[in-house]
Nanobody, 124 residues
Framework: VQLQAFGGGLVQAGGSLRLSCAASGRTFSDYDMAWFRQAPGKEREFVSAINWTGGRTYYADSVKGRFTISRDNAKNTVYLQMNNLKPEDTAVYSC??????????????????WGQGAEVTVSS
């Protein structure tokens, strides 16, 4: 699976952005999808995940209530709607694909394919 993320940018605190991740090469609907982020000087961290049907979603506590993950299997795309952004959300956001991720949706090792990052900068 080839993954490509779009939609990063610079936004003021309180603003919104929507990230998209387009997939190609294999059957997108076979894969659970996730977003991770890595801030400067910090380790990569889990942000959100969605199962292959779109029926189950998961969020890190730090983004719960502000971010929404969704997918459109007909368009081979997963989205991350980010509202009420905070300066601490500044990071490079990467999408990832894995099969049968299950309850370990938060673990980077469960994902086999990664897209290039989309940089998100939130100014205060």
């Amino acid at each position: 699976v080839q993954l490509q993320a779009f939609g990063g940018g610079l936004v003021q605190a309180g603003g919104s952005l929507r990230l998209s991740c387009a997939a190609s090469g294999r059957t997108f609907s076979d894969y659970d999808m996730a977003w991770f982020r890595q801030a400067p000087g910090k380790e990569r961290e889990f942000v959100s995940a969605i199962n292959w049907t779109g029926g189950r979603t998961y969020y890190a506590d730090s983004v719960k209530g502000r971010f929404t993950i969704s997918r459109d299997n007909a368009k081979n795309t997963v989205y991350l709607q980010m509202n009420n952004l905070k300066p601490e959300d500044t990071a490079v956001y990467s999408c990832a694909a894995g099969r049968g991720v299950g309850v370990t949706y938060y673990a980077t090792r469960r994902y086999d394919y990664w897209g290039q990052g989309a940089e998100v900068t939130v100014s205060s």
